[in-house]
């Protein structure tokens, strides 16, 4: 098992940022991949960005390239997000995933991929 905490989350200007964070613990030898996604009201979960833990390659939506930048610290077992110039329909309940298993560059921004789920942070981005 995998435990996620996720932190950060706030209340943010167009164009502001901020920085958030996923802590893991537990079985984290075993994490293949770990990944942010985010769900705004009356929408489906959506990818945002995503690392390899073995190799630290990333992946990020076309909506959040250029913007976010998706980090790790392998000695605090965490993975990190900075969101730039955000906008409001950056709006969402972010959540951190981790998946144990190997999973393929074309399936990496599928969340049922994704074993284990934080309790997500609400960021919010007013106009």
């Known amino acids: 098992q995998v435990q996620l905490v996720e932190s950060g989350g706030g209340l943010v200007q167009a164009g502001g940022s901020l920085r958030l964070s996923c802590a893991a613990s537990?079985?984290?030898?075993?994490?293949?991949?770990m990944a942010w996604f985010r769900q705004a009201p009356g929408k489906e979960r959506e990818f945002v960005a995503a690392?390899?833990?073995?190799?630290?390659?990333?992946y990020y939506a076309d909506s959040v390239k250029g913007r976010f930048i998706i980090s790790r610290d392998n000695a605090k077992n965490t993975v990190y997000v900075e969101m730039n110039s955000l906008k409001p329909e950056d709006t969402a309940v972010y959540y951190c995933?981790?998946?144990?298993?190997?999973?393929?560059?074309?399936?990496?921004?599928?969340?049922?991929?994704?074993?284990?789920w934080g309790q997500g942070t609400q960021v919010t981005v007013s106009s």
């Open positions: 995933a981790a998946s144990s298993r190997i999973i393929s560059a074309t399936m990496i921004k599928e969340y049922a991929k994704y074993d284990y």
């Open positions: 537990g079985r984290t030898f075993s994490t293949y991949a």
């Open positions: 690392s390899r833990w073995s190799d630290g390659y990333t």
